[in-house]
């Protein structure tokens, strides 16, 4: 297979960066997204060219680091699908395909299509954990939890921190990472200390980051490849509501009666 | 006070100020459009037209408690108040949004977000814009392109909409208004945290219930003015017998 591939070359974060087009030429079809960038650079390391730079990881759909906004799609346009396990047999052959990197101003471009995401690391810094006595190892089960409850918080923890709902997002916003992590832990016994706290300090390390807001488009629900529901949005909203408006500040202060 | 400034200063707290006001500004438009319905129901034993004593009531809404004027004022500042807030706030979270994304793509495909969900700032600006001119038009009677006498509303509405530009005007903009709220009205209850897998085809079923009402039910009585199938305002007796010119 032949590709057309136009992609965004960008030397470093003070570079503006530009579009760059690129050829490739027997591809095979079991080629996945990343291999076939591995044979551009190959290519282009011989001819003395730059290589492109990018990330990834595992290459098996686990470990949140490739990215790439393909035709428009945060991984391309197969659902719930990474970049990595994505195969070029998705694409017609002689299709021009255009990659970007994930644009955010909280991602800054680190080189060509590699950002940093380490915003999603500040963000989990802040609240993003659990207390858990040093002590002897607990029993398996030792806290009961409601199974659905707990099939929820699973589903919540699938998120694999790899930032597509931002890429995906008309607004930037990391509203469905946050609302993954918040829900996540909120949902469990082991998370309770901390519930309000951390909704509360995760929500404003978002922000602080610059990310965007979230106007329920469903965007991020539709290109995660983990297909992270926007319930959770709806969940961490409602345990930031509580955290603000209702939850006392003041727990143990004077009652008076008069 | 300072929770307030805590919950505004948040993203997700001024969310909920914009879904707040927005369901209060929907209330509102549902009892509107209710009493503009009442242009169908046939006249009191005086022959006054049942939108009319509709209007008078609306005056007078609260008595004995209440002076006249007073429930009405205090409802109209209510809106005023939840419109300043709903408008002020999203565009804060607007110019906010914008600040998120420096870079623009070259090519962003939407995979999920529907038209009005995408439109909803520029449905927003249409409507308050339509917003002024109707109030311009009708409340105040600043705009008169047609005669506009006080307390004849069955008569201010049949001259209006005699014309085909004033017609088509309003089924342009509450077009507008059905496109905003068949996204806002689901999306004010997902981001109070209120949607869930349970409830979200009832809340998507409503929002999409309360845009057709609302288009339904605002334009059917101008719509059928103009065509002449409503009476004409004559008809109904001597107490609002304005001429197709101007007041007399």
């Known amino acids: 297979m032949k590709f057309k591939l136009e992609i965004w070359r960008q030397q470093n974060g003070q570079d503006t960066g530009a579009f760059v087009t690129h050829e490739v030429d027997d591809v095979s079809p079991d080629t996945s997204f990343l291999e076939m960038l591995d044979i551009l650079n190959e290519n282009l390391t011989q001819t003395g060219g730059e290589p492109i730079a990018f990330d990834s990881d595992c290459r098996e759909g686990i470990c949140g680091m490739c990215s790439l906004v393909i035709n428009g799609e945060a991984h391309g346009p197969k659902r719930a699908t990474t970049t990595c396990q994505l195969y070029m047999r998705h694409f017609p052959d002689g299709a021009s395909i255009t990659v970007e990197p994930w644009r955010s101003g909280a991602f800054p471009v680190v080189r060509d299509l590699a950002v940093d995401r380490s915003a999603f690391d500040r963000i989990m810094r802040a609240g993003g954990y659990v207390t858990v006595h040093s002590g002897p190892k607990p029993d398996p089960n030792d806290v009961p939890v409601n199974p659905e409850i707990s099939e929820k918080a699973l589903d919540a923890s699938t998120c694999i921190g790899c930032g597509a709902c931002v890429a995906a997002c008309p607004n930037g916003a990391a509203m469905l990472y946050t609302a993954a992590k918040v829900s996540h832990l909120s949902l469990l016994p082991q998370g309770q200390p901390e519930r309000y706290e951390r909704v509360q300090k995760m929500v404003n390390q978002m922000e602080k980051e610059g990310f965007g807001s979230c106007r329920n488009y469903g965007e991020c629900e539709a290109q995660c490849p983990k297909s992270i529901s926007i319930d959770f949005i709806g969940h961490m909203n409602r345990e930031l509501l509580r955290a603000t408006v209702v939850e006392p500040d003041d727990l143990r202060g004077d009652m008076k009666t008069q | 006070m300072s929770r307030i400034v805590k919950f505004y200063g948040s993203i997700i707290g001024k969310k909920a100020v914009v879904a707040v006001t927005g369901l209060m500004l929907l209330g509102f438009l549902i009892l509107h459009s209710i009493g503009n319905l009442k242009g169908f129901l046939p006249p009191n034993s005086a022959g006054e037209p049942d939108i009319d004593v509709y209007a008078h009531f609306l005056t007078v809404m609260g ?29 804060k979270l607007a110019a906010h ?65 005699q014309k085909w530009w004033i017609l088509l005007f309003y089924i342009g903009a509450l077009s507008m208004v059905g496109l905003h709220v068949f996204h806002g009205a689901w999306s004010a209850f997902q981001t109070l945290g209120i949607d869930n897998p349970d409830r979200n085809r009832k809340l998507r079923g409503f929002a999409l219930g309360a845009a057709a009402f609302l288009v339904i039910g605002f334009l059917s009585l101008p719509t059928l003015m103009y065509f002449d199938v409503m009476k004409h305002p004559n008809a109904y007796g001597e107490s609002c017998v304005v001429s197709d010119g101007r007041a007399e």
């Not at chain 2, 809106?79 to 709903?86: E, G, K, M, R, Y």
């Not at chain 2, 009005?116 to 109030?135: D, E, Q, Y």
Request: aromatic residues 12%; proline residues 6%; positive net charge.
């Open chain 2, 63 to 91: 008595e004995p408690l209440l002076p006249d004027m007073v429930a009405l004022w205090a409802i109209r500042i209510i809106l005023l108040v939840a419109l300043t807030l709903h408008v002020v706030t999203v565009s």
């Open chain 2, 97 to 161: 949004n914008r600040r998120a994304r420096p870079v623009a793509y070259r090519n962003h495909k939407h995979v999920a977000a529907s038209l009005p969900a995408r439109w909803m700032f520029v449905t927003g600006g249409i409507i308050l814009t339509f917003l002024i001119i109707h109030l311009l038009q009708f409340t105040t009677g600043t705009i008169d392109p047609t005669p506009i006498v006080y307390g004849c509303v069955y008569s201010n509405l049949y001259y209006a909409f």
